[in-house]
Each structure stands twice: as structure tokens, then as C-alpha cells.
């Protein structure tokens, strides 16, 4: 039941929960670990995992997206990161991770964006992808919403397999005064691969994003581990319900349109493996992390972890972060873990959670018991 909380005389407010706040509830069966398929396909595109890299250049490079491909999960390159902006990044991303250490540091957030004042170049956002592409897996960009008509025709020419549009929060109905707002409806039906876009914390907003035509709608804003979102501009949704509230958009939007299912992507503020698992219980089919693999040895990041928000020019809302390293990226997602914190083995977690709850695969689970169970 949904009820509105007084918070003064003249605003109400909807109680919201954190994936903090709840907890899984086994069932009365319960199965062996390896009797559970975590397998998940979005369009002709099928994975062993439902875990897709982050598009932040402290998670994904070339070489990192490649590995997590092989592994079986989905790597998704920032095309306006480092990686399109320099011939060889490798310089730079060892000067940010060599900046100094406190977290907060304005000398740091004025360093990187001027590291990031380098413009794109469409040659390399046309090596980068044919890169990914030369080793076998499937091949994933990111753009934000204000770059994608500028660039997104280098990125299809390259041989994209999934297009991913990406913002703290991304709307089908963007108003501008001043330039012609993309129409995601009229992009999306005119390309040819399948698109995942977002973020989106809310049922309506939500539900629009599906009526575009997009194959998948990332879930989450202002919750990572880098963002400073809601200190910065007071947005912030609890992923708990922002999961649950776009799972109910893609069942509605389901009946509405005749059957077409569209993918629910949590995407940020999950740092462990029992985040993860909760995602999924929530209702997500997938989930994009960020800071969970920037701490494999693969990442470029060496243990620091930042996002796009951390650049901004004019509204700077996210931090480099230590996230430290657990061991490599396979140790990462399969174990063995060695560490009691969530921050390793994570597929592991996953397919053991869903065995003692009883669940065979990932819809199914998303049916599991809840309760609210906040930690104190």
C-alpha cells in the first residue's frame, strides 16, 4: 500500500526505501547453487550474467570491456571519456590517480576538468569500438543526451551492437528554449540497434522512456558511490522503490503496447553483492555497476573510482573516489571470494541468494519475498 507522509502543512511526501532498507525472505524450497541460470538477453543479445560495466573511465576501457565480455556480462565504453578524447589515456589516468588523496579536493575537481576540456575525436571513438568489436564480444557506447546527434553516427557507422543514452536523469519530453532537443522517440525508431537509456527514478518518467521504443530504461540517479548529486542539487530517489515504482511502468507499459518488454537496468548505488541481489528482487533484469568493478585489478581507475558528474564544467557533482582493489575482475564477479564484505564473488552471491530463496532464474526471483528491515 502507497501512502504520503505529512511533512508540513503544505507538502506531503511518499515514504521511499534504500536498498538498505530491505531484505530478501527464502522461501519454502530452496535448490543447489549450481542448479540456478543468472543468464539474461536484452534484443538478439544473450549473457551468462546480468551485470553490464558502468560507462565511466575509472571502470571501463578497451581492454576492461573486453574482459568482462569474455566473462560473459556486457562492457559499455564512455564515448565522451578519455578514452575518445586521447591517443593514449593511459598518461592521464595515471595522473588522476596520482592526485591528491583527499576525496573532496577543489585542486583535484579543477584538474580533471581541464584533463576533460579535450575534445572528442571521432577517430578514435571509431578505433575504440573496432577494438571492442575485433575481439569478439558484443560492442556497447555510451553518449549523454546533448552529444548524441553529434556523435552518434560515427558511433552506428563503428558497428555498434547496443547504443546506451545517459544522464543523471533523462526525460522523453525535454524542453529547451534555446536548441532543438533530441526527440528519443523519432532517434530511437530510426536506428538500427537496440537502446538502453536513462536515468529514471519514477513510474511516469519512466513509462515514458518506454513508449520511445528503447530496449532497456537504466533505473537510479544521484545514488553511486562518486555522486555528490544530492548534496549538489537535492535530487536523490531510494533504489528500492525507484526499482520497484519502473517495474511497474514496464508491466503496465506491457499491457498497453500488446506484449513488448522492456528491460529494467538498476544502475547505481550498489557496491556489494547483497545490493545486487536486491536489485534483482526488486524487479531489475540487469544491473550497471560502477564502483563494484572499478576495484578488479583490471580497472583503469587503479583503485580510484569517478564519474562524469566529476568533470562538469559549470556543475560539478560527484568525487574520485578510493574504492581500493579485491583481486582480479574474474575473482571479482565468480570468487573465490576472500573478502566478507559483498565486494567479491558477486555472481556467486547472486546465484546463491536465488538458491536458498528457492528461484531457478532471474524472473523468477524477481517474485521473491521482501520485508523492510532497515539496518539501525
Known amino acids: 500500500m502507497t501512502y504520503e507522509i505529512e511533512i508540513g502543512r503544505g507538502k506531503r511526501g511518499r515514504r521511499a526505501y534504500s536498498l538498505d532498507d530491505i531484505a530478501i525472505v527464502p522461501n519454502r524450497r530452496t ?78 575537481t579543477r584538474r580533471m576538468q581541464e584533463l576533460y576540456k579535450a575534445p572528442i575525436q571521432p577517430e578514435l571513438i571509431r578505433s575504440r569500438l573496432a577494438e571492442i568489436r575485433a575481439a569478439g564480444v558484443t560492442v556497447a557506447g555510451s553518449l549523454t543526451p546533448q552529444r548524441t546527434q553529434e556523435h552518434y553516427k560515427t558511433v552506428v557507422a563503428a558497428g555498434v551492437d547496443i547504443f546506451v543514452i545517459r544522464g543523471t536523469t533523462v526525460s522523453a519530453e525535454h524542453v529547451s ?13 530510426e536506428l538500427d540497434v537496440p537502446v538502453i537509456v536513462g536515468g529514471a527514478a519514477g513510474y511516469t518518467p519512466a513509462l515514458h522512456l518506454m513508449r520511445t521504443g528503447a530496449a532497456g530504461v537504466l533505473v537510479g540517479f544521484g545514488g553511486g558511490a562518486t555522486s555528490t548529486t544530492r548534496r549538489a542539487l537535492g535530487i536523490h530517489s531510494p533504489m528500492a522503490s525507484a526499482i520497484s515504482d519502473v517495474a511497474a511502468a514496464r508491466r503496465d507499459y506491457m499491457d498497453e503496447s500488446g506484449g513488448r518488454y522492456v528491460h529494467v537496468i538498476a544502475d547505481g548505488g550498489m557496491g556489494s553483492s547483497g545490493d545486487i541481489v536486491k536489485a534483482i528482487a526488486m524487479g531489475a533484469d540487469a544491473v550497471m555497476l560502477g564502483s563494484a568493478l572499478a576495484r578488479a585489478d583490471e580497472a583503469p581507475g587503479r583503485g580510484w573510482h569517478w564519474g562524469p558528474e566529476a568533470h562538469h564544467l559549470e556543475s560539478p557533482r560527484g568525487d574520485r573516489v578510493n574504492v581500493g582493489t579485491v583481486g582480479p575482475l574474474k575473482e571479482v564477479l565468480f570468487g573465490p571470494g576472500h573478502h566478507t564484505d559483498g565486494t567479491s564473488n558477486l555472481v556467486g552471491a547472486l546465484r546463491r541468494s536465488m538458491a536458498t530463496a528457492g528461484y531457478s532464474d532471474l524472473k523468477e526471483f524477481q517474485r521473491v519475498d521482501v520485508v523492510v528491515s532497515p539496518y539501525n
Open 177 to 189: 528554449k534555446t536548441h532543438e532537443p533530441l526527440n528519443l522517440k523519432q532517434f530511437i525508431y
Open 31 to 108: 535448490r543447489d547453487p549450481q542448479d540456478v541460470s543468472v543468464s539474461w538477453q536484452i534484443d538478439a543479445y544473450k549473457f551468462d550474467m546480468p551485470v553490464i560495466g558502468a560507462p565511466m573511465d575509472s571502470v571501463m576501457s578497451p581492454d576492461s570491456a573486453i574482459a568482462l565480455g569474455r566473462l560473459g556480462g556486457l562492457g559499455v565504453l564512455d564515448l565522451e571519456g578519455l578514452w575518445t578524447r586521447y591517443e593514449n589515456p593511459q598518461a592521464v589516468l595515471d595522473e588522476i590517480a596520482g592526485l591528491d588523496d583527499e576525496t573532496s579536493s577543489p585542486a583535484v
